[in-house]
Every structure is written in C-alpha cells, then in structure tokens.
C-alpha cells in the first residue's frame, strides 16, 4: 500500500500569519479537469479590514528600510522560491492543466522575474528621480516614495507569473500590499505566502487574501486607509469601472486592467511608477 | 569667538538663556549616532570585562517605581542593594535605591548608612503639579532621609521655550535639597531632538544640577547610548568651562551586561578615568542588575548562569 | 580607577593561507610560466604569509585569451539575467565567507580588523549585489535600449582596499558583459586569490574572471597587452600617467583613479563633536591609506584653536596596535616603502616649519607602524599642504571666509574629495557647487555606496566607479560613427 499523505489546509496570510478566514467560511477550488483539490478560506470584508491594518503597521518599517536591505530581503524570497520550485510546477500543472515542461517555463519565469524586481530595489530611484534645473539659485530634487496601503488583483491566468508580476514591483518599491490570487487557481498563492513567511520579509508587507474579488475588493476600493488599487486580474469592465468609481471617493491610484497582457514580456518601469508618489524639494543654494 | 560658552551665565531671563541655549553648537544626528555604534564595537573580554562587571554593579540605583510598591518591597529591594549575590560576599553593593517618596523612610531604615538612598521628587515622572507641591514633595523626602534626589525638568516649559520656568525650578528645588545631591531628569525621550537634549543639559548644569539624567523609564526611548553620549560631551565640556564635574546617570530600557559595558566604553573615551565612579555616573535600572550578576558567575565559575541562580528581589 | 581593554584577537583560525598560489586563469588555478613568485607578508609582524606567482609575458597572454574566449563564446552570448545570477551568487558568497575575507584582508593588508569587519567587506558584498541587478536592466541605464559590452577589461588595483577594489573593478565589468583580467597589489595579492575561490564555487564559467598576481612590471604589460579593450587603473597619478601614456593612441577605453589631497572644511558653525569625528575618521581611517582623505584640514581662524584642542584630546584616545585585535582603531602601515615615504615627507614638514604633535602611541617592536600625527601652522605652499602622504598625517590650515575656503580646497592639482562641516544648509549647497571635486562630504566623511558614483577631477583622474555614471565605463557609449 503505498503512503497516505499529509494534505494541507489552505489558509489566508495577514501580517505574517496564517489566519483562517473570521468569517469561517471555505470555498472549493478544483483543478484543470474539474476533480476537487481542496477547500481554500474565503476572506470576508473583515479580514480585508485586518489586511489593511497589518499593511499600513508593516509599511512604517518597510518602507523606511534601506533600499539595499529590501532588496536583500526580495533576493532572499527569491532563494526560497527556487527550493520550491518543484512544488511549484506540480500545482500550476494541477491548477492550470499545463504541460510540466510549461509549468516549469511559467515557474522558471516567475522566480527569474523576481530576482530582476530584486535587483530594482536600489536602483528604480536612480531611473525615475532626478535632480532639476531650476532657473534660480536652488538645487531642486524629485525623488519616488512609496504611496503606502496597495490593494491588488492577481491575473486570473498565469497563477504564478502573473501573481509574482503585480507583487514584486509594489513592494520593491517600499509599499505594503494586499493581494487577491487567482480565484480558480490560488494554490500558487498559498505557496508564495509561504516562501514569504520562511523568508526575512516583516510580516504584513504581504497578505494574501483567497476569495471572491467582487465580494471583497468593494470594500478595499473605499477603504480610507488604502492608498492605491492595482485592478490588473479584473476581467470585467463594467466591474472594474465600480470599482474605480468607488476608489474615487478617496482619491486612491488606480492601476487599470490588463486581461490577456502577455506575462512573459519583459516588463517595463510602469508598475514600479505606478505605486510611487514624487516628492521634489527646493533648497537655497547661497553662502 | 568660540565654540562653547566661556562667560559664566549672568543673565537667567527668558532671552538671556534663550541666547544663551541657542548659541550652543548643533548636534548632527547621523553623525552623533554613528560615533555611539563605534563605540559600541569595542571588545571587552576577560579581565577588562569583570572589572566593568563590578563597576557597573556599585554604579546601579537599584529601582523600584510603581504604584504597587509596598514597605515589603522596598525591604526586599534593599536587602538585595547590599548583598546582590547571597552565594558571594566579593559582590559590591550598588551604589543606591531609588524609591517613591513616602517610601524614603522604609527604605533608609532597612539601608542604614550604607548606601545612597535616591527619592523621585517633583511629581514624578510627569512633572506636572504645582511650584509648592513640587517643593513640599522634596522637602518630605529630604526630611526622611534621602541623600539624593531624582527631579524631572518640566518638558511643557522646555519646549515651549519658557526656560527660565524650568531653571528657575531646578534652582529653587536645589536650595531646598540642602546637601542632598540633585539628579535633574530631562527626559530625553520627550525632548525628542539631540539639540533640546544639549540645551537641556547645560540648563541643568548651570542651574545647579549635581548629576544630569536621562529618563523617568517610564517613556520609550529612555536611556540610548547616542543620547548618554551627547550628555557625557556636555560635562565634558562644562568641567572645560567651570572646572566642576557634573555626574551622568543612564536610565531606562539598560538591561543587559553587554548594554551597560557599553555605556561605561563610552564614559571612559568621552570623559575617562575621573567619571569611571559612582560619584559620577550611575544607571538607573532594576533587571540590569541580575543580568550583570549572571554575567559576573558565569566569569567565576567558567559556565553559562540561570535565572535560579540570582534572586529575584 | 583605569579602564583597561583586555586583549581582544579576533581567531587566525578562520583562515586558510597556502603555503603558494598560482595563478587564476580560466577557472583554475595554474603554475606560472615565468615560474617566478614573489612573497606577501603581514605588515604587523614581518611575517611571510605565502608566496604567490610572478605573472611574466606568457602567463599574461594566456590569462587574457583566456578572457577573450570565455568573451567570445560564452559571455556576451549569455542573456542578462544569467550573468545576473552569477553575480548574485558571489555576492552571498561573499557574504558567507565575509569573516574569513576580513580577518585574510587584514592579514595581508594591516588594517584593523574592526575596518575589514564593518566597512572593507560589508562594502564587497554590496557592490556586486548592486551591479548583479543592472545586468538585465542595461536598457534602462540611460546609455540606449541595447548597450553593447566592450570585450575584455584589464584592471589594475592598489593596496590600500585589496578586495573592495577588486569588486569596484569586477562587479561592473561583468555586469556589463565584459571578461577580466585583474592584477591586484604586490602587497596584498591574498584575498583577491580567495576570490577566486569564491568563482569557482560559484561556478562562474572559466575565463570570465582571471587574476594574475604580479608587480609593476605585470601590470604594465597587462595594460600594454594588444587584445585587451579596456583598461581601469587605481593608484598613484605617477603611474596613472604613465599608463595613460601608453594607452594613447589605441583604441583601449581608460579610466583612472588617482590620488588625492582633499581638503576637510570646518566652519564656526559646525556640530563640533561631530565634526571631529569626521576629521579623525577622514585621515585616520585605514591609516590614511585613503585617496580620498581629508588629509588638509582647513579650519574657519575664528575657532582653529578650540578645534586643534579638541582634536588633539580625542587623538588620545585612539588604539594603536596588533590589527587583529578587534579593539584597535590604527593598525599598520603596508610595507617598509610606504612608511619611509610617510617618513620622509613628515620630516619635510618639520624642517620646513610646521609644528609636529603626535599623542603617546607606544609602537610594537616588529612591523611598519607610524602614529596619528598633526602639522599645526601649515600653509599652501608647504609639501605636506600639497602631496600626497598616504599616511596618517594631517596637515592643519585656515581660512577666513568662505570664498577663501573654496579658493584653498581648489588650489590643487587633484580634486577627488572635499569636506564640508557646517550647520548651515545652503551654505553646503553653495560650497558644494564650487569646489572642484568628484565627491563631496557635508557634515561626514569617507561615505561609499555602490549606488554612488566615486572618481575624481583634474588629476585625481577621470571616470567614475559605482552607480549609474558607473556602467558607462564598461559600455559602447559612443555614437557609431
């Protein structure tokens, strides 16, 4: 007989931790060919409520870290990652219904684009700040800071590379996010939360809320506390456009969507300009 | 011109401390940190490193602040000041307790005249309370017999630049002291900018202050070795102007052996050998002193120490 | 009562030296042609620590086709993030044998432990952690969407930083596509073999990096070598000069970093206590074997004398003695050359008039060590006012205003550092604008970054190391023409 196995339960991830959702509740998720995987938590508007606070206590330390430790830090994830990667392969293959040798092109490319938002942590300022050449006596200076609170939808195909496309430029550059993975294929996520969780990265920089996206982002689109919305996995336009509506009320940054974006081109400095706000500075220059 | 004040301080108006306080050089806050951490990076290994166990041992005011204290506390606390370890009579005793004033008279029976006894005064730790009342409370304390007396500078007046309130203060509560010594507290952790710590400091010193303190330990950050160090640099500097040495005392948030030795590397390359007493320098603390006992065992018998092997008060 | 510090050595035992090394070409260790070694020894003690190759012509030739090949058929064949990879490999390999590198650094090298711990090694890691990530993000650099390597780099490196200027050298180079051959100091060949080490664990491809230890002569017939397109040298301008000389007329892209004799400025108005740490940790810091140094004190008259006071009171206090101890601040001059060097122009200073104070420093009996001194009453035209000790001698001048002070910084044929000490912000900014420097320091001193651009003006030398204006060095930057 051959070994029974030890099944994981699949929990949300706040503040480092790994929380049922308060709500109690579950939801199935199946793979590719419709068997039962398992049953994922469905976060409920508090635990969105609860992902906000752990994001905005986990920003006040992330984003005044260096720009050399948070880099540290992604490498790090980066090194965790690639110890899972077989893990990884085997549940794109399961969720998604790929070829192994696609899933391991999918995980290949995510953990590669990972180390290359890695690599931007000290190095984005230099691309997208600049000093200016104001006319008068002044040395004048913009430099990207972190707009805070970031909440975001993962693509909803592409469990793996898409998620890792929308993360890693948020938190590279000093925010906090909470993410919505997939919701027919989350288990990626679950295993992202916890190459997190193993790595040195403060609690809260990311939480991971499985779940419904129209349950619960209208509640992250009006939040006060939330700074930005990243809306990229929403596949519904007329969704999409509450959304924003929503966010209005708050004057949040929208990031808009972008279903069937092609994963596996190189990215550009979009994502990373689009969670930064620019802060210039004048100072008399004078004996 | 010069760097430091060379004139003694003749003009105690608000404008005169105010020129006065304001006219002392800045502080850079980076670099000021990164000479702390330097200093920090010093070594201190065998022989050098049980000399500084025990040196810092009869620097503690042994403490005890909160509104449960009890006479039965304060006796235990002061059985414990002067025996620390009941397993080895080598153990210097600290160099004081510090107690609420209406325990000064507990704790000055249990003491005798062996050690220092230090009372709060001036409604600790807030400082908020009338002149009289601040006075009144001194006066008890000083009465019952306290030698020292631990007075907090009243922050509202500091920082909304009414100095000659909190100098005038300090003046007032150093005559009724009599020979008590007076340790002011600035309370560095409020004052927040290590240019209000420097001003501060030379407020107190030239009001009178016999020992300059950092914190109540009632407020975080209490005692850093920056701030420590910034404070060590004024009665340095003050002992340059007037030839008087004004002690230090560390308090607050200083709770390992390794913290203190640090504390003390630090006394001994801003100020040296003169301050390396506790006339001079003192930290106020309560479980600082069963990690130093710990320390100083594990030094004598050659293994790690336990939590069962120091006594608890 | 004293408080004396115990000794405190930090453990040899983390250390593993060869009794000889050959050299690193095309991922092994091989025997040198010339069959020739030369030894390296502990500047504290005299003590030989090994032996390691002479590299003569055939060992050069060999060492950059290895470099060519390696170039050629794997290198700038290989995609960005590959080479990024590597890089990053070895710099946690660098951060996993970091207390190994520091204690061999200051070995080889004399300097305190307590630098190669907490600065010299640190430093290492984080230059080719920065230059790892630029390898797959060329096209955003600012030198267009698809900037070319040049080939093989031939690089030349001082003593005075051994492995902190091997990776200020190496980490862009590659980065960049390029391969490298790299010749590190006759006195401190010793972790830049370890460094080799850390390619082979890292299994970096053979022939991307090659160091062939050597003295002048090696060095010189590495920049002079026909197949090599890019030359970066650090060092002494004398020689700087000399291989610009001979790298004119060839198609060899160059960038030098010279020496320097930067100018410290402390204003009435300074954070005191501050300001003499900066001025301690300016020419003191790794003995003053520092281009960068702020070796010309230029005091505001108004408050000289306070200064020189307070200066001379914290010099007490400084730790002369065994490098290994973790404890000591100034650990030993680098070889008997440079100590009579520093002797010699010390003594020009006193026969010239200025007035020499050192504290008490007793001085081991073996090895090379020269105590903290200060020149008080020296003026422009004085040696020790205008070249380079590259000791820990500090000459002391004034200035009245500060035009004067900028006058003074600039009247110089170097322009690598300045520092600036005031509690003045504009006044920084205004400083800053006018003095002639490639860095400038405003209340610190001696601050690097990989992220930050370092090189100098005039004849301190040309190019920049670190930072984006860093790339540029090992890149086709020029218009096709």
Redo the contacts between chains.
């Keep these: 007989m051959s070994r029974v196995d030890v099944r994981k339960t699949h929990k949300l991830f706040i503040g480092g931790a790994f929380p049922r959702s308060e709500s109690g509740r579950t939801y199935e998720v199946n793979d590719a060919k419709g068997e039962f995987i398992a049953n994922v938590a469905q976060a409920s508007r508090k635990d969105a409520r609860d992902a906000v606070l752990a994001g905005r206590a986990a920003f006040a330390k992330w984003s005044t870290a260096t720009a050399y430790n948070r880099g540290q830090v992604l490498y790090r994830i980066a090194e965790v990652m690639e110890g899972r990667r077989d893990q990884f392969i085997a549940e794109i293959e399961q969720g998604e219904g790929l070829s192994t040798k696609k899933a391991a092109a999918a995980v290949d490319a995510a953990i590669d684009r990972w180390v290359w938002y890695a690599g931007w942590a000290d190095k984005y300022a230099q691309a997208i700040g600049n000093t200016n050449p104001v006319a008068g006596p002044f040395f004048n200076f913009s430099i990207p800071e972190p707009t805070g609170v970031v909440a975001a939808v993962a693509p909803q195909d592409h469990s793996i590379l898409g998620l890792v496309s929308v993360i890693a430029p948020i938190i590279t550059t000093g925010n906090a996010v909470i993410v919505m993975p997939s919701p027919s294929a989350p288990i990626p996520a679950i295993t992202l939360a916890e190459c997190l969780a193993t790595s040195d990265v403060p609690g809260g920089v990311v939480n991971i809320l499985t779940g419904a996206p129209a349950e619960v982002m209208p509640w992250l689109a009006e939040h006060a506390d939330v700074n930005a919305l990243d809306l990229t996995g929403i596949v519904d336009e007329s969704v999409a456009a509450e959304l924003e509506r929503q966010a209005a009320g708050t004057v949040k940054r929208v990031q808009a969507p972008r279903s069937g974006a092609d994963w596996t081109s190189p990215p550009s400095l979009d994502r990373m300009r689009s969670f930064v706000e620019t802060k210039t500075v004048w100072l008399p220059v004078g004996i | 011109?010069?760097?430091?004040p060379t004139r003694p301080l003749t003009d105690t108006s608000n404008a005169g401390l105010k020129a006065y306080l304001h006219g002392l050089?800045?502080?850079?806050a980076?670099?000021?940190e990164?000479?702390a951490a330097t200093l920090a990076?010093?070594?201190?290994?065998?022989?050098?490193?049980a000399?500084?166990i025990d040196?810092a041992i009869s620097m503690v005011d042994l403490t005890t602040l909160e509104g449960m204290d009890t006479p039965g506390k304060v006796k235990a606390m002061c059985a414990k000041a002067l025996h620390p370890d009941p397993t080895d009579n080598t153990c210097p005793s600290v160099a004081a307790v510090c107690v609420y004033g209406d325990l000064v008279t507990t704790a000055r029976e249990a003491v005798g005249d062996r050690i220092h006894v230090a009372a709060v005064a001036t409604a600790f730790p807030s400082g908020r309370a009338s002149m009289d009342v601040k006075l009144m409370d001194t006066k008890q304390a000083v009465a019952d017999g306290a030698d020292e007396i631990d007075m907090v500078i009243d922050r509202g007046a500091f920082l909304s630049g009414n100095y000659s309130k909190a100098y005038d203060e300090i003046a007032a509560i150093k005559e009724v002291c009599g020979d008590a010594h007076l340790k002011v507290i600035l309370e560095t952790g409020e004052l927040k900018t290590y240019d209000n710590v420097r001003r501060a400091s030379w407020l107190a010193m030239e009001a009178g202050a016999d020992f300059i303190k950092t914190s109540t330990g009632k407020v975080t950050p209490a005692a850093t070795l920056p701030v420590t160090l910034l404070m060590l640099?004024a009665v340095r500097d003050f002992e340059t102007k007037t030839g008087t040495k004004i002690g230090v005392k560390a308090a607050g948030g200083i709770k390992t052996s390794k913290d203190a030795i640090r504390y003390?590397?630090v006394v001994?390359?801003t100020v040296g050998?003169a301050w390396?007493?506790p006339d001079l320098f003192r930290f106020g603390a309560s479980s600082l002193l069963n990690d130093l006992l710990l320390q100083r065992q594990r030094m004598r018998d050659g293994h790690y120490s336990g939590p069962d092997y120091v006594t608890i008060d | 009562m004293t408080f004396e510090y115990a000794p405190a050595p930090e453990s040899r035992s983390v250390v593993d030296i060869d009794s000889s090394y050959g050299l690193f070409i095309n991922g092994e260790f091989v025997e040198p042609a010339s069959n020739t070694f030369l030894k390296t020894i502990n500047p504290a003690t005299e003590e030989v620590l090994s032996e390691v190759a002479e590299a003569g012509k055939a060992d050069v030739d060999a060492a950059v086709q290895a470099a060519r090949k390696a170039y050629n058929k794997t290198w700038s064949k290989m995609a960005g993030k590959d080479r990024a990879k590597y890089i990053f490999r070895i710099a946690r390999l660098i951060q996993e044998r970091s207390r190994e590198l520091a204690v061999l650094e200051t070995l080889d090298n004399g300097k305190p432990i307590r630098e190669s711990r907490d600065v010299d090694i640190p430093l290492v890691a984080a230059h080719f952690f920065y230059h790892a990530g630029w390898a797959d993000k060329l096209e955003f650099a600012g030198y267009g969407p698809d900037p070319k390597s040049l080939g093989v780099a031939a690089q030349v490196i001082p003593w005075n930083f051994p492995l902190l200027m091997l990776a200020w050298k190496i980490a862009p180079a590659l980065a960049c596509g390029n391969t490298v051959v790299l010749k590190p100091a006759e006195t401190t060949p010793l972790t830049a073999l370890a460094f080799a080490d850390i390619c082979q664990q890292a299994d970096l491809p053979p022939g991307v990096v090659n160091i062939i230890t050597g003295a002048g002569e090696t060095g010189r017939m590495l920049v002079e070598h026909p197949d090599v397109n890019k030359v970066a040298f650090t060092g002494s301008t004398e020689v700087g000069k000399a291989i610009q000389r001979a790298v004119a007329g060839t198609d060899k892209k160059l960038t030098l970093e010279l020496g320097g004799k930067a100018a410290n400025i402390v204003f009435d108005d300074a954070p005191v206590d501050q300001a003499i740490e900066g001025i301690v940790n300016g020419i003191y810091f790794n003995q003053g074997h520092v281009c960068c140094a702020g070796s010309r004190l230029l005091l505001q008259e108004s408050i000289a004398e306070e200064v020189i006071d307070a200066l001379k009171r914290r010099l007490g206090t400084l730790r002369l003695g065994d490098p290994l101890d973790k404890n000591t601040d100034i650990g030993a001059i680098n070889s008997r050359m440079q100590l009579n060097k520093i002797e010699e122009l010390t003594k020009s200073g006193e026969d010239e008039g200025a007035e020499r104070w050192s504290p008490n420093c007793p001085i081991p009996d073996k090895g090379f060590w020269f105590p903290p001194t200060v020149f008080t009453n020296v003026t422009q035209a004085h040696r020790i006012a205008r070249e380079e000790i590259f000791g820990p001698v500090l000459s002391v001048l004034t200035f009245r205003t500060p035009e004067e002070a900028v006058e003074k910084a600039n009247n110089t044929p170097f322009g690598l550092s300045t520092g600036i000490w005031t509690d003045k912000g504009s006044r920084i900014l205004w400083m800053a604008n006018k003095v002639r420097s490639g860095i400038v320091w405003a209340n610190t001193f001696n601050r690097f970054d990989p992220t930050s651009p370092f090189g100098g003006y005039k004849e301190s030398g040309f190019g920049r190391e670190g930072g984006v204006q860093g790339l540029g060095a090992y890149l086709h930057v020029e218009d096709p023409s």
């Design positions: 011109m010069s760097l430091l050089p800045g502080v850079d980076v670099g000021l990164a000479r990076t010093r070594s201190i290994k065998n022989e050098s490193k000399w500084a040196t640099e003390l590397v001994n390359e050998d390396l007493t």
